[in-house]
């Protein structure tokens, strides 16, 4: 069972632009990957909700940066009725790797994409999505290297390994083997999903120290 009880979920504003994203008032979780990898997915699955974050079957459709306040108690907490909730803003941000849009759009999301994941000071936690089934991809590594480059010492940077359950048995145990830091999901089985709740959430808020990928 998970550590954190989910009090409410809500989409909160759109922005196509860094000028345009809320006031950072609290701490964010930066949710980035390939298109089609599972964002929207993994982010539905972690609040109980099927619509939450939008998704889309074709790649490059999500432009805008999209962001979620959730509010969550501790179940230590529970019967105190003076107890915090702990209020996360989920950010689900434009899919890199899409193909089929014009260059000069290209490079306006990826200015956009990257003055975001440099300027926005309150993200804690960048969840990097990678597809299980391509754990190697150079466009995953290279985005591994680049925020490693303006990681602080009070941000992390996690690998979430999504459609993990698409994998044979000893293809899931290989890549355990190969990513020992890493998560693995699945959203046909909520395969993880407490797990990665607590990992989230404990690590955005403070409550644990994460080891870097």
Known sequence: MSRFILKSAQFQTSAQTFAQCPPPMISEVAFLGRSNVGKSTLINLICNQKNLAKSSSTPGKTQLINFFLTEWKEKIAQESLDSDTLKVMFVDLPGF???????????????????????????????????????????????????????RADQHLVQIFTKFDKLKANEQSKLKSTFPKAKFSSSLKRQNQNEIVDFILENTLGRKVLEEV
């Open 97 to 151: 790797g899409y193909a089929k849009v014009a260059k000069s759009q290209k490079e306006l999301w990826n200015r956009n994409l990257v003055e975001f994941l440099r300027k926005r000071d309150n993200i804690r936690l960048f969840v990097h999505l990678v597809d299980s089934r391509h754990p190697y991809l150079e466009i995953d590594l290279n985005l591994v290297a680049f925020i490693s480059q303006f990681l």
